[in-house]
């Protein structure tokens, strides 16, 4: 709190001195105009700088403002486990304050990905941010393991390296904490002993997973709903998904993935008519695949390398639910449906709008959350009360989304997937909290 009425004190003389600045909006000569087309082209210019300033002064007021509320957040957050919030303190200021002075001092090769950020600034993000989050890691909590807590330390620190570099406009003092600070969290609930206790049998799992993803991969490509990329990354993350329970947890995810490609075709040819429908007839790509069961796929590993099965297995069933309403929504609104309605203000646009709802999407995607809820209640993923915690999460998710697509995406400011990925992993993230809240 102090740290943000700090940063609100001088923000006005970082203002100031910005406008004061040689060719900013505060210029006194950027007011004169002439008729000249040398003054008319000077003037354009300005007009060019003048956008320049004040988006740069935007920028100030976002970081300097969301940095202390978001160290804040970690602090209540993980107020049980303040290794995590110290370590993930470390890694944004660290690892992101060495990774923009790299980025500049050194440049080199552009980010496949994003052309905007380097390697170097990337690399720097996850040595500085693997040290700092290791040092204040074991400075708050002696009792971890050296081995365990650099091995966590650098992992997180390369998720935030990611998360920093994604093609995303939202401000990193927020998508960095809140990405790397969940992860660390998981990750150090890992132990050797859970996964030694799985051992026996993961061998034959991993067989099992392998052949039955391909054999999925080869038929879903073949009836083109997935694309190539799809297929490639749907088999890595299914692989996955099996690791965590067998055939009872791919049953979630083949679940899913049914009544998604079942919602998308129903009436294809018709949202297509509207410039509406899903690209490429609907095959999903890597980038699909990735957005709706990446934490679904996180969730499953740590099923079978912590001690916590029951709460992940809560966690996962969450992910699935809310994917699987999220999809079949969208898709069964769009055919039904020409109107929507703004989820935040109720104002009435086009169906296919981000952030837009009806009655008979909405009523389809509880109906395709509460049926992936209650297949794994029914295949003992979880007791009535864990598939109940599920099915509300899913919607709470669902209902994330929504509210994402209204604001954020609709300004640009993230893609679909971005969206998609943080109301799976929102979902699966409320179940876990409330299931280990909860003592399993």
């Not at 105009?33 to 956008?51: H, I």
């Not at 966590?152 to 960095?176: K, M, Y």
């Not at 055939?247 to 008519?273: C, D, E, I, P, Q």
Request: charged share 15%; hydrophobic share 55%.
């Amino acid at each position: 709190l102090l740290a943000l009425l700090f940063n609100l004190l001088i923000l006005p003389r970082l203002e100031v001195d910005l406008r004061k600045r040689p060719g900013s909006a505060g210029v006194p000569f950027a007011s004169l105009r002439a008729d000249s087309p040398a003054q008319r082209l000077s003037d354009s210019a300005v007009d060019s700088t003048t956008a320049s300033a004040a988006e740069s002064s935007a920028s100030v007021w976002t970081g300097i403002i969301l940095y202390p509320i978001s160290v804040l957040a970690l602090i209540l957050l993980y107020r049980h486990s303040m290794h995590v919030a110290a370590a993930v303190w470390a890694i944004m200021a660290l690892g992101d304050g060495l990774a923009s002075v790299a980025g500049e001092r050194l440049g080199g090769p552009a980010l496949p990905y994003n052309r905007e950020k380097t390697w170097a600034g990337s690399v720097s993000f996850a040595l500085a941010g693997t040290a700092g989050a290791y040092t204040l890691a074991r400075w708050v909590n002696p009792a971890f393991e050296s081995d365990k807590a650099l091995l966590v330390c650098a992992a997180t620190a390369v998720v935030g390296a990611l998360v920093e570099s994604a093609p995303v406009r939202l401000d990193d003092n927020a998508t960095v904490p809140l990405v790397s600070g969940g992860f660390m969290f998981c990750a150090f609930l890992m132990e050797r002993s859970a996964l030694a206790s799985n051992l026996p049998y993961l061998g034959r799992r991993i067989a099992l997973a392998v052949v039955i993803n391909l054999a999925f991969a080869l038929v879903a490509l073949r009836l083109r709903l997935v694309a190539r990329s799809g297929a490639r990354a749907g088999f890595l993350l299914g692989v996955a998904v099996y690791l965590g329970y067998g055939w009872k947890s791919f049953s979630l995810l083949l679940a899913f993935f049914v009544l998604g490609s079942m919602a998308t075709r129903l009436g294809y040819a018709k949202k297509a008519a509207r410039g509406i429908a899903e690209r490429r007839g609907g095959a999903r790509s890597w980038r699909e695949a990735l957005a709706n069961t990446l934490a679904g796929a996180f969730f499953s590993i740590l099923v079978i390398t912590t001690h916590h099965e029951a709460a992940f297995l809560v966690a996962l069933m969450a992910t699935f639910a809310e994917a699987a309403g999220d999809t079949v929504s969208s898709e069964i609104g769009q055919w039904l449906s020409t109107r929507a309605y703004l989820v935040t203000t109720f104002e009435p646009v086009r169906a296919g709008e981000n952030g837009g709802i009806s009655l008979g999407g909405t009523a389809a995607g509880l109906a395709a959350s509460a049926l992936v809820a209650g297949l794994g209640y029914a295949l003992g993923l979880s007791t009535r009360g864990g598939a109940a915690l599920a099915l509300a999460a899913g919607l709470a998710g669902n209902l994330l989304d929504s509210v994402l697509g209204a604001t954020l995406e609709r300004r640009g400011l993230v893609s679909n997937g971005i969206v998609n990925f943080a109301g799976t992993s929102f979902a699966g993230a409320l179940a876990l909290g409330l299931s280990l809240r909860a003592g399993h």
